[in-house]
C-alpha cells in the first residue's frame, strides 16, 4: 500500500486539536529518544508529560532499556520534572520477563543473560537468577568446562547487556538444548540512540546468534511484540486500546507495536527516525500522527486553550 500524508500534531486545525486530544485517555511513551537521549537530555519533556496528566491523561512509560535501575528511572523523571512519577509507572523487558515467569509458572532456577539491574528487577521479584560470571581469561581448553551446564534450567533470558561475553552466549545454547528450558527474550532493537549524532548497534544480531544455533524461537516480551502489549493491557487495565496513544522515536518499534496492539500512533522526530523514513514508509507501517518533540503538546494545549 503507497505511503499517505500523516498530519503533524501542530498543523491540524483548531477543531481536529481538540478532536485529536479527545480521542484518548492513556498515554504511553518510549524513553530514549522521546523524554531524553541515552546520554543527553531533550527540552521540556517533563513538561509535556504534565500537560498531558493535567488534561487528565494517565501517562505510562514502556522502554526497551532495562540497562538503567529502578531508582535510575525514577531520578531521571523527577530531573525532568514529571510529576508524581512512580517506579509502577515504567515498563521495560525485565519487569516483562518477571511478569511472564510468574504468570507461566516457570520453573526456576532460570539462566539469564540479562544486565546487572535487570537481573536485581527479576530476583527482587522473588525468581532464583543465575548467570555466568568468569574470573579468568577463557580459553579453548577451558570452554567446555566453563559454559558446560550444571543443572536443569526453566528458561534462559536475554536481554541488553553491555557486559554480555562469548562465554554467556555459549553457555545459553548449551541450556537451550535442552526443550523443556523456554526462551524468554527482550533486547529485540538493532539500534542503540546515543545522542543525536551518535547511534551505536543494538543487541539484535547476539540473539539472532543463538537463535540460529539452538533452532529456539524466544518468546518476545519486548516492543514491537504483541505479547507485550498483553502484559501493558493486564497491568495498566487498558480496556480500550483505541483509547490509548502510544508516543514513540522509532518506525519499527514503537509505531510497529503501537499499530500491532491497536493502539493510535504519534512518531517524534527528536530520536532515531527520519522524517524521510516515514514518508517513505507504506501505509500500514506509519504512523497516524507525528510531531517534531513530544514538547509539542505544550504549544497544541496553548491552541487549544486559546481557541476555547
Excluded at 523523571?77 to 516457570?106: C, E, W
Excluded at 552466549?169 to 537451550?176: G, S
Excluded at 542503540?192 to 547511534?199: A, E, F, I, N
Excluded at 532515531?272 to 506509519?286: D, L
Aim: with cysteine; net charge negative.
Amino acid at each position: 500500500m503507497s505511503a499517505r500524508k500523516v498530519p503533524h500534531i501542530l498543523k491540524l486545525s483548531a477543531e481536529e486539536q481538540k478532536e485529536f486530544v479527545n480521542s484518548f485517555d492513556v498515554v504511553m511513551c518510549d524513553c530514549d529518544g522521546v523524554m531524553w537521549m541515552a546520554t543527553s537530555p531533550l527540552p521540556r519533556t517533563g513538561e509535556a508529560a504534565n500537560a498531558l496528566k493535567d488534561d487528565g491523561k494517565r501517562v505510562y512509560f514502556v522502554s526497551n532499556n532495562s540497562e538503567r535501575p529502578e531508582e535510575e528511572y525514577v531520578n531521571k523523571f523527577t530531573r525532568i520534572g514529571v510529576k508524581d512519577f512512580q517506579a509502577s509507572h515504567i515498563m521495560h523487558p525485565a519487569k516483562s520477563m518477571l511478569y511472564y515467569i510468574k504468570k507461566h509458572n516457570i520453573k526456576q532456577p532460570v539462566f539469564s543473560l540479562c544486565s546487572a539491574h535487570g537481573n536485581e528487577t527479576i530476583r527482587r521479584g522473588g525468581v532464583d537468577v543465575r548467570t555466568l560470571v568468569t574470573k579468568e581469561d577463557v580459553e579453548i581448553a577451558t570452554l567446555d568446562k566453563i559454559t558446560r551446564p550444571e543443572q536443569k534450567m526453566g528458561a534462559v533470558l536475554y536481554d541488553i547487556n553491555l557486559n554480555l561475553t562469548y562465554a554467556q552466549i555459549a553457555a545459553a545454547t548449551r541450556y537451550l538444548a535442552d526443550k523443556d528450558c523456554q526462551f524468554i527474550a527482550g533486547g529485540t532493537d538493532w539500534l542503540l540512540p546515543m545522542s543525536k549524532d551518535l547511534t551505536l548497534p543494538g543487541f539484535c544480531d547476539f540473539l539472532d546468534t543463538i537463535k540460529r544455533f539452538s533452532g529456539r524461537e524466544p518468546t518476545i516480551v519486548s516492543k514491537p511484540a504483541v505479547l507485550l502489549g498483553e502484559i501493558l493491557k493486564d497491568v495498566y487495565k487498558l480496556a480500550d486500546p483505541k483509547r490509548c496513544l502510544f508516543v514513540g522515536d522509532s518506525l519499527t518499534h514503537d509505531v510497529r507495536f503501537g499499530l500491532n496492539c491497536g493502539f493510535q500512533t504519534l512518531l517524534v522526530l527528536s530520536g532515531g527516525a527520519h522524517i524521510e523514513e516515514m514518508w517513505q514508509a507504506s501505509a500500514e507501517n506509519q504512523p497516524h500522527f507525528y510531531a517534531d518533540s513530544i514538547a509539542d503538546f505544550i504549544e497544541l494545549y496553548a491552541n487549544i486553550s486559546k481557541n476555547t
